[in-house]
């Protein structure tokens, strides 16, 4: 299995950036499809972007593309999600995952592994 751990949370006025990172253990990062979530109080867990294991496909939410983009550096076992032109609706809980799958998977069920989630909160 792997273990993932998220860094770089944290307060942030709203059109300002933050680049979220995700270290992984055990198992090269490389087996896996990785991807971001969120999770604002009250509310479901929801999709933010997607990479697949190669790093060369990408998926993201409607609500995110073009502001956020997700890479991989599977030589340092990381994952990081670049935010840029942060809303207040971006604020949230934010977890890194990763599947035994290939593809850039949108789909929260289709995760095996969740990092501990950092907190993003964008002020007006």
């Known amino acids: 299995q792997v273990q993932l751990v998220e860094s770089g949370g944290g307060l942030v006025q709203a059109g300002g950036s933050l680049r979220l990172s995700c270290a992984a253990s055990?198992?090269?990062?490389?087996?896996?499809?990785m991807g971001w979530f969120r999770q604002a109080p009250g509310k479901e867990r929801e999709f933010v972007a997607a990479i697949s294991r190669s790093g060369v496909t990408t998926s993201y939410a409607d609500s995110v593309k073009g502001r956020f983009t997700i890479s991989r550096d599977n030589a340092k076992s990381a994952v990081y999600l670049q935010m840029s032109n942060l809303k207040p609706d971006d604020t949230a809980v934010y977890y890194c995952?990763?599947?035994?799958?290939?593809?850039?998977?949108?789909?929260?069920?289709?995760?095996?592994?969740w990092g501990q989630g950092t907190q993003v909160t964008v002020s007006s």
């Open positions: 055990g198992r090269t990062v490389s087996s896996y499809a």
């Open positions: 995952a990763a599947s035994r799958l290939v593809a850039a998977i949108t789909n929260v069920d289709r995760y095996d592994f």
